[in-house]
């Protein structure tokens, strides 16, 4: 049962605090809370629940989203999220409670069901509410800023029109710049290697024998799976600092006659007595896993290959995938490949993906998700070279946009004033760069927590989601900041 709950919003002074005073409507959660359009995400969070008046009253969505936005801005894990709460009033304000309380207001398990409920869809959605308004706000004030240098030009009279309702007179004109970039949000999992994994799946197999077998101990003789061999076999080659080729592929080769043993001795029990029912539902998903791990490495180890398609490196997590960046640091990292474009300093999930991609083949629909945002098309393009393909360069000019970098053919005469725009690009590009560094440093982009596919989409929607937010705080503070420095150079001393 779900009870619709954000008709209104509690001011700062009504919170009723039991120890006096009151809240200071300045502070960062206060000013937070009343960002963020609760009402219109109750539409969609209330899809999620049965129109029912029984059972138990569930949690709204402004403690569910609240509470998945402080954790993503603390850095903390569920429980230590729960007891923040409980000891910061504003915290509990910006969950919508109506006045200080000394319980939590759920339990920590639920903020897993709260990563399931919020998909990265509706984070998304919330995300073009927020950062949109704001980004639109800039964009008209560049404009008018633009317009006032020249009041007499041609350009003043067309934004003098502009400023009547006239939507269609908007479409005919390209505005502004849209960056564009990948880059990988690494999962939480060990660096992962093919003996590594092996051992990992043939110890997880043994346990599941040990569960098969448990009926029938004392009845029958349980089977041989030499696991103490096996696990020597494992350890005397990866305590080695330097491995030989022949010697891992000797090593790999038993690890996989072990575990297909250990198959054979598994597929025998659920045959004679249908006993993978006494499984666990989280080790029969795991055996799945192990089955498929089994097979892409029997298949390289019999073509001497590296690759196989859909490789898996985590048996806890399936879907994550080998990503190539090519980077000085790490050339593999493991984790989704994330597309993001930012407009005015404020970012946008443009693709996500387990699989890799090429990130050239989101830039034309990442141009008309701008058009569509702001109703035109930007006037320049800025991203690296693999964007740079004949398709975009063909799509770029029919729409009149400019995409950075060099033009194709000879060198034309005003090479000079090119490389001039080239460098300003470049300049201007490192914005998006900006925005993956402070999502990794500072809200856990450089490594998802989330063990699920559907919860680790929800928290890269939720990082973006909080950058855009503390952009959006920063925007507030900068008049506040300006005026403190206006007043403090006019108060002081001029030196002679």
């Known amino acids: 049962m779900y009870q619709r709950t954000e008709s209104q919003m509690i001011l700062p002074g009504d919170f009723f605090l039991p120890f006096g005073g009151k809240l200071a409507e300045d502070n960062r959660w206060v000013l937070l809370a009343q960002m963020i359009p609760w009402w219109k995400l109750e539409e969609k969070y209330a899809k999620n629940f049965k129109k029912s008046l029984k059972g138990q009253k569930a949690v709204s969505i402004r403690v569910a989203l609240g509470a998945l936005i402080i954790q993503e801005r603390l850095g903390t894990d569920d429980r230590e999220t729960l007891r923040q709460i409980l000891e910061n009033p504003y915290l509990q304000y910006f969950l919508g409670l109506p006045e200080y309380q000394y319980r939590r207001p759920f339990h920590h398990s639920l903020m897993t069901h709260f990563r399931k409920r919020l998909g990265g869809e509706i984070l998304d959605e919330v995300n073009e509410w927020i950062a949109l308004e704001e980004a639109r706000k800039s964009s008209e004030s560049d404009n008018s800023s633009d317009d006032d240098d020249e009041p007499g030009s041609g350009a003043a009279a067309v934004s003098n ?33 093919d003996l590594s994994l092996l051992n990992q799946a043939r110890e997880k197999l043994e346990k599941i024998i040990d569960i098969l077998h ?34 891992m592929r000797k090593a790999i080769g038993k690890q996989l006659r072990f575990i297909s043993r250990d198959l054979r001795i598994i597929a025998e029990h659920a045959e004679a007595t249908n006993g993978l029912m006494r499984l666990p539902r989280r080790m029969y998903k795991e055996l799945l896993v192990i089955q498929e791990l089994v097979r892409q490495q029997q298949e390289m180890y019999d073509k001497r290959t590296h690759s196989v398609p859909d490789r898996i490196v985590s048996i806890a997590q399936p879907h994550v995938r080998p990503i190539v960046r090519g980077k000085a640091r790490a050339n593999v990292e493991f984790g989704a490949k994330l597309a993001i474009s930012v407009v005015n300093g404020y970012a946008f999930r443009e693709h996500l993906s387990w699989d890799s991609y090429n990130e050239g083949q989101t830039l034309q629909a990442a141009v008309e998700r701008y058009r569509a945002r702001f109703g035109y098309y930007p006037k320049a393009v800025l991203a690296d070279q693999i964007y740079r393909t004949r398709e975009n360069l063909r799509f770029c000019k029919e729409k009149g946009i400019r995409l950075s970098g060099p033009q194709l053919g000879r060198p034309s005469a005003d090479q000079q004033e090119q490389k001039k725009i080239a460098k300003a690009d470049a300049a201007a590009r490192n914005a998006v760069e900006g925005k993956f560094g402070e999502g ?9 927590r989330a063990h699920l596919q559907r919860t680790s989409e929800t928290v890269i929607g939720l990082q973006l989601l909080v950058m855009n937010l503390e952009k959006r705080l920063r925007a507030l503070f900068l008049p506040l900041l300006q005026w403190l420095w206006s007043t403090l150079a006019f108060r002081l001393p001029v030196m002679p």
């Open 161 to 193: 029109e502009s400023s009547q309702p006239q939507p269609r007179q908007m479409e005919l004109t390209n505005e502004g710049e849209l960056l564009l970039d990948a880059t990988c949000a690494p999962a939480d999992i060990a660096y992962p290697t």
């Open 214 to 247: 448990e009926p029938q101990r004392g009845k029958t003789r349980k089977p041989r799976t030499y696991r103490e061999r096996a696990r020597k076999a494992y350890l005397a080659v990866a305590k080695q600092r330097r491995v030989k080729p022949r010697a």
């Open 440 to 448: 990794k440093r500072s809200y856990g982009l450089g490594r998802i």
